[in-house]
């Protein structure tokens, strides 16, 4: 199956700085999404992000499929968006193969 | 998108016994699928239960430790069989939206095995 690697492992940040998390796939992909899990364990769709680029208030994410990667931008970064960041893509059988995620604090 | 939920959202059980973790969405969908996350790990999936016909499992997962039971297009369960500690985890199921692109999580169901 198609392999899911992302980086990094651990990110600390202080409020207000800003972040990129970078997600690598092993082959094309025609599905990718990026989720945060919060403290409490909710799974929350940030994007699907194919391809291209796509904004959300102070998250952006791009993937170039050509090079197997995607990137996830936080910016202004607050003490709500710890928690999880998990990068997923379509195996065969459209469940979901998922990264082993980029763990994000950030502190006051 | 899609409304899922889950029951219950947390249980403490015993080891030796079993748990069934119930998953409703609010319209209908072909596929639902069940994960699980052990704790400090990624998700992992654990079958893919279609509506009629029997569930498919992954590699390391049998059915005899997590029956799946699909009865309509809009609810699904899932039994963790025989519990041990190893089965702490957090349980998910999920769907495909409206759209048939994007995948929508439930809440999850955090399952203690003492």
């Known amino acids: 199956g198609i392999q899911v690697e992302q980086s990094p492992p651990d990110l600390i940040l202080q409020e207000g700085a800003n972040s990129t998390l970078r997600c690598n796939f092993s082959?094309?992909?025609?599905?990718l999404q990026w989720f945060h899990q919060n403290p409490w364990g909710q799974l929350i769709n940030l994007f699907y992000?194919?391809?291209g680029t796509k904004q959300n208030g102070r998250l952006s994410a791009t993937t170039v499929a050509t090079e197997r990667y995607s990137l996830l931008y936080i910016s202004s970064s607050q003490t709500t968006d710890s928690g999880v960041y998990f990068c997923?893509?379509?195996?065969?059988?459209?469940?979901?193969?998922f990264g082993k995620g980029t763990s994000l604090l950030v502190t006051p | 998108s899609a409304v899922i939920s889950q029951k219950p959202s947390r249980d403490i059980c015993q080891r030796g016994t079993s748990l069934t973790i119930q998953c409703q969405v609010d319209?209908?969908?072909?596929?639902m699928f069940w994960y699980r996350q052990q704790p400090g790990q990624s998700l992992t999936l654990i079958a893919t239960?279609?509506?009629?016909?029997?569930?498919?499992?992954e590699s390391g997962f049998v059915i005899d430790k997590f029956p799946i039971s699909r009865p309509n297009l809009t609810f699904s369960t899932l039994t963790v069989s025989n519990m041990s500690p190893e089965d702490s985890s957090i349980y998910l199921c999920?769907?495909?939206?409206?759209?048939?692109?994007?995948?929508?999580f439930g809440p999850g169901t955090r399952l203690t095995v003492l």
């Open positions: 999920s769907v495909y939206g409206q759209g048939g692109n994007e995948q929508f």
């Open positions: 082959d094309s992909v025609n599905n």
């Open positions: 992000i194919p391809s």
């Open positions: 997923a893509v379509v195996m065969v059988g459209y469940a979901l193969n």
């Open positions: 319209s209908q969908v072909t596929m």
């Open positions: 239960a279609n509506q009629g016909s029997e569930a498919t499992y």
